[in-house]
């Protein structure tokens, strides 16, 4: 591993306003992950999980604390400069896929290629996909596609520009079981094959045990942070 942490959080708190008044989301997370690490994130519903992860992500910014991935301050990039790092170095799966539903399969990975500048997108999308499983759905829509082989697509999709950090926020959570446990295997497959750094929320504990770390955060707070030896 690199001496750079993949990523670093010092001191991030999160204050949105509500009807009753500010609330306070997080309330100083301190955290640093080295590139090729696998992090389970756990802790309950509204513990500020999701929260941390927009942040570390730059699609929420901070009120006040330190982000710094791959060796960057992303801390006071604007939003044109957090779209433009975003796209070169995070990738993110999130529950609900977030596909481009007019688009077919193989559009959907080859777009972040595109706007990447990365020759010959299309055939790079379509070794994605067939490296998940879908070669043959590549001109399929996304309601044409199982919830399942959907994920899949936002897999290829996010691993596609070999990002520095890969954000999966309870990938898993509209499948079912035996769905869920393949793409988890696909999600694990392709980390170790590139060497990502994976950020994984989840309330599976058997999915929490298969990371490096487990990380428990409660109350906008880090808890407690137990490293473990990666399940093969």
Do not use: W
Not at 2 to 22: V, W
Not at 36 to 64: D, F, N, Q, Y
Not at 87 to 106: C, E, K, N, W, Y
Not at 137 to 160: C, D, K, T
């Amino acid at each position: 591993m690199s001496d750079t942490p993949a990523l670093r959080l010092e001191n991030i708190h999160l204050k949105l306003a509500s009807h009753g008044g500010d609330v306070n989301i997080l309330r100083g997370i301190n955290l640093e992950i080295m590139r090729g690490e696998t992090v389970a994130i756990v802790g309950p519903s509204g513990s500020g999980k999701s929260s941390m992860m927009m942040v570390i992500a730059g699609l929420e910014r901070a009120t006040s604390g330190r982000v710094e991935i791959a060796g960057q301050d992303v801390t006071a990039y604007s939003e044109d400069e957090l779209a433009l790092f975003r796209r070169d170095h995070v990738g993110i799966v999130f529950q609900d896929f977030h596909l481009v539903p007019t688009m077919s399969a193989l559009e959907n990975v080859a777009v972040p290629l595109e706007f990447s500048g990365i020759a010959n997108p299309f055939e790079k999308a379509r070794a994605q996909l067939e490296t998940v499983g879908l070669g043959h759905r590549l001109e399929h829509y996304p309601s044409q596609l199982s919830g399942g082989e959907q994920q899949r697509v936002a897999l290829a999709r996010a691993f596609a520009t070999n990002p520095t950090l890969l954000l999966a926020d309870e990938p898993t959570g509209n499948l079912d079981g035996e769905t869920g446990r393949k793409v988890m295997e696909l999600l694990f497959s392709r980390h170790k094959a590139q060497n990502n750094t994976l950020l994984l929320i989840t309330h599976d504990p058997k999915l929490a045990e298969k990371c490096d770390r487990i990380i428990e955060v409660k109350d906008g707070l880090i808890q407690s942070s137990e490293l473990k030896v990666a399940a093969s």
